[in-house]
Each structure stands twice: as structure tokens, then as C-alpha cells.
């Protein structure tokens, strides 16, 4: 079957405006402070327990989560199931939302 494979002038296809475009000018404005896959970091004062990043208490490492976007390791209390990331990127999307 060769019937599409005629020489048809390529012209671009419209942007559409909701996906990745959205995303990629979200991803922009955070800033990645830990790869993902890295670990969070362990807390001196305490034994077996790891920094959440964002609000500096210790936890077990169970009770952290790290953000998809930023890559930062998120406690219960600094977390957004929402999105499934931390707070502060969850208000970024919060804001993105709402501009679009
Ligand atoms: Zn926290
Ligand atoms: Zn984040």
C-alpha cells in the first residue's frame, strides 16, 4: 500500500492550545531543586528520619513523597494529592489553570 505515501505539501499542524505547551511554560517557571529518583536528605538530628524540603521537619521516610515537578521531598502537610505534587507547585498549577 502506497496510496498515502504521495507527496503532499507539509504544512504544519495548528497548535492546539491546551497540551504540552501548557505544561513545558509551567515546567519553565519551577525550578528542579532534586533529580527525580534522588534521595531526600537525612535529617542530622535524628536517626532513620529524612528532611521534608519544604517546611525543614524531620519525618520517616514513608511519610515523604517527592514532587513530580520540582523534585523535592514533600511531608503530608506540605503535600497536594491533587496533583500529586507539593504545595508549592500544586499553586503554580493552581495559577496556570486559571490563565487558561
Ligand atoms: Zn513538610
Ligand atoms: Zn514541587
Known amino acids: 500500500m502506497t496510496l498515502w505515501k504521495k507527496n503532499w505539501p507539509r504544512k504544519e499542524a495548528p497548535k492546539s492550545k491546551d497540551t504540552p505547551d501548557r505544561l513545558r511554560e509551567l515546567r519553565k517557571e519551577i525550578t528542579v531543586m532534586r533529580k527525580q529518583g534522588e534521595p531526600?536528605?537525612?535529617?542530622?538530628?535524628s536517626f532513620a528520619q529524612y528532611t521534608c524540603d519544604l517546611c525543614s521537619t524531620p519525618h520517616p521516610v514513608s511519610e515523604l513523597r517527592?514532587?513530580?515537578?520540582?523534585?523535592?521531598?514533600?511531608?503530608?502537610a506540605c503535600w497536594k494529592d491533587e496533583y500529586y505534587t507539593?504545595?508549592?507547585?500544586?499553586g503554580l498549577i493552581k495559577i496556570?489553570?486559571?490563565?487558561?
Open 40 to 45: 531526600p536528605v537525612k535529617d542530622p538530628g
Open 86 to 90: 507539593c504545595k508549592s507547585c500544586s
Open 66 to 76: 517527592q514532587c513530580v515537578l520540582c523534585g523535592r521531598w514533600a511531608c503530608d
Open 96 to 100: 496556570h489553570m486559571m490563565k487558561g
